[in-house]
């Protein structure tokens, strides 16, 4: 693992927990999720549920840019179910 907190390319942010923290959309393929943010509080392989307010919004993973904390991440690198995340970022980087 590199000083930068990467394991061989991998940011560790992308293998840890993101139910609980705050997103934002950065950019969507889907014109209408953009700019929206909330609390993350369930996550599929491919969406994000997001409270909102006093809603609920599921919000698609793929194609999409996160801010999520203070952290950008590219929906596309974590189209995993989260449970499974750090196993195969794991095998991607062996």
Known sequence: MGRDGRAAGWPLHLMGEFI???LKVLESPVESFY???GKIVDETKNTFV???GKKEK???KKGSVFEIG???VRGDEIMFRAEERPKKLRKKIR
């Open 58 to 60: 599921i919000i698609p």
């Open 50 to 52: 997001i409270e909102a």
């Open 70 to 72: 203070r952290m950008i």
């Open 20 to 22: 609980g923290k705050h």
């Open 35 to 37: 700019e929206k943010e």
